[in-house]
Structure formats: structure tokens, C-alpha cells
């Protein structure tokens, strides 16, 4: 089945003390371009997350979002470097013998240096980090997929009415080209008539009109652009019920239908061909808005 480009996807890993919250939102975009919003202890799984979406995901613009949902009873863990704080220390001892000054609260002091104390995780919380966030990312793409598919699902049912909806207007083309030549000769002749009356009798021998009427004719032949819209008809049906990734391909062979539809349009010296003409490239444009977010 199709997938879409438009879905959202959520997924969590829970423990004791916290929660992770991975969610996925993904809109039409050429390619896969892949945005990931972490909290900053989350940065070094990064790589991971985007491998991962990588895989799981074809094309579209997604957003990646990871949030840290604590427990209140669960305090962060703040580390104190025990290596700066002594060598602050020793230098405020060394500053209090050149000035001949005491420092009125040393230990304050100290707390307010940058780098004593760094807010981080416990190494067992780091060692778990990314399995719990590789385990929501999954649920969270499984359940964005999803979305796509059955979004995708939805498209494909509306593309399949309209391409049998062209495959008639396609029909209706066909039928009507045969006719166009031998009403080309009776417009031809009645405007002879109109214009010339018995001055050049010539115009009304059936040989005369019949080698103006066969070059016309030739000149505007749609039967090859109508044989190949047949084709492309055919495939874009059989493309429509793929499980694969064929977004791409459906753009290709949109753009080859317009080709042969704007060549049938080009041709036409007909009004009732032009209104059918007209009305095929209206159609496959709705067909081309709902191709552009097909995976």
C-alpha cells in the first residue's frame, strides 16, 4: 500500500524514575530530511536517532523531537570536580598572601567559580540512555508509519477513481479523432463554396479534397499519443497498488502524461476535442497535488 508523507508518530520508554517521549511529525519534502530536537544530555545519541529514522523512513521533512519527562522524587545529579576546587582554593590561599587580605566566605567563593559543579546523569543512567531512547524512536516511527500508510491508503483509493476517470476522458479522445478529418472536408468545402461559388470548380472534385483532407488528416493524427497515454494509464495503475516507495516514479510518469495529453491539445483543431483535452489536463493536475505526497 502507499504511504504518505504527512503523518505523526509517538512513542515512550518508561523506568522507574523518568520517562522518555520520542515524538515524529513528517510533511512533503523531496527528499528525507531529518530534524532532531534533543534536551543536551541527549546529544551524543543523536547519530543514532537519525540512523535509525533512516531506515524506518523514505522521503518527506521529519521532525524529530525528544523530551525527558522526570519523576519528581528523582533529584539531578551534580558533580563536583574535585581538581578545580582545589586549585581555586589554593590560588584564593595565594591571593590571600600577597594582598594581606582574609576572604570573608572562601567556600562561597569557590561554589560561584565556573566548572565546580556540572548538572549531569549517574553513569548507570548514561549506559541505559540509549536503548530506552532507541526503544521509543521505534514505537514512535512504527506508529508514524502507520499514519502514512493509512493516509496513503486513502490516497491510493482517490487516485485509482481519478486515473479511471482519465482512462474514459482518454477513450472519449479516441473515439472522437477518427471523425475530425471528414468534418475537416465538409468545412473545407462549404467554405470553398462560400468564398469562390462556381469560379474554380476544381475546389469540388473528390480528389482535390481528398488529398486536402488526407494531409490533414496525418497532421493531426493523435493515434500514437493516444496508444502511449494507454501505457502510462496502465503502469500508473499498477504503480498505485505497490508496496515500495513510488513517489518518484508516479512524479515521472505525471509529467509523461501531460506530455502526451499537451500534444493531443497542440493537434486539436476540434472544440469538442479541445473541451475533452481540457478537461484531461484539469484532472491530472489533482492528480499531480495528490502525488506530491506520496512517499
Not at 50 to 62: D, F, W
Not at 99 to 128: H, K, Y
Request: glycine share 6%.
Amino acid at each position: 500500500m502507499l504511504k504518505s508523507m504527512t503523518g505523526y508518530g509517538e512513542g515512550l520508554a518508561a523506568a522507574a524514575d523518568s520517562m522518555i517521549r520520542v515524538e515524529c511529525r513528517s510533511v512533503n519534502h523531496r527528499y528525507l530530511d531529518i530534524s532532531i530536537r534533543t534536551p543536551s544530555r541527549y546529544s551524543a545519541v543523536e547519530p543514532l536517532i537519525r540512523t535509525l529514522a533512516q531506515k524506518a523512513l523514505g522521503r518527506g521533512r521529519v521532525e524529530i523531537r525528544v523530551s525527558d519527562e522526570r519523576g519528581a522524587d528523582q533529584a539531578a545529579q551534580v558533580n563536583l570536580d574535585d581538581g578545580l576546587a582545589k586549585a581555586y582554593w589554593k590560588g584564593l590561599h595565594r591571593l590571600e598572601e600577597i594582598t594581606g587580605m582574609t576572604s570573608m566566605d572562601p567556600v562561597g567563593f569557590l561554589a560561584t567559580r565556573p566548572g565546580i559543579f556540572t548538572a549531569g546523569d549517574t553513569e548507570e543512567d548514561q549506559a541505559l540512555l540509549e536503548e530506552r531512547v532507541s526503544q521509543a524512536l521505534q514505537a514512535a516511527l512504527e506508529d508514524l508509519n502507520q499514519t502514512r500508510s493509512a493516509e496513503g491508503g486513502r490516497l491510493a483509493e482517490d487516485l485509482a477513481v481519478k486515473t479511471r476517470e482519465l482512462k474514459d476522458l482518454t477513450a472519449a479522445m479516441a473515439a472522437r479523432a477518427p471523425l475530425i478529418p471528414e468534418i475537416y472536408r465538409e468545412r473545407l468545402l462549404q467554405r470553398a463554396e462560400e468564398l469562390l461559388a462556381d469560379h474554380r470548380p476544381e475546389w469540388y472534385d473528390d480528389q482535390r479534397l481528398f488529398a486536402e483532407t488526407a494531409l490533414f488528416a496525418d497532421r493531426a493524427s493523435i493515434d500514437e499519443e493516444i496508444i502511449r497515454l494507454g501505457a502510462h494509464l496502465r503502469a500508473l495503475e499498477e504503480t498505485l497498488e505497490s508496496d515500495q516507495p513510488v513517489g518518484r516514479q508516479l512524479d515521472f510518469l505525471i509529467q509523461e502524461l501531460f506530455r502526451e495529453i499537451n500534444t493531443i491539445g497542440s493537434k486539436a483543431n476540434d472544440l469538442e476535442l479541445t473541451q475533452t483535452v481540457v478537461a484531461a489536463k484539469t484532472l491530472l493536475e489533482k492528480i499531480r497535488e495528490q502525488v506530491q505526497n506520496i512517499e
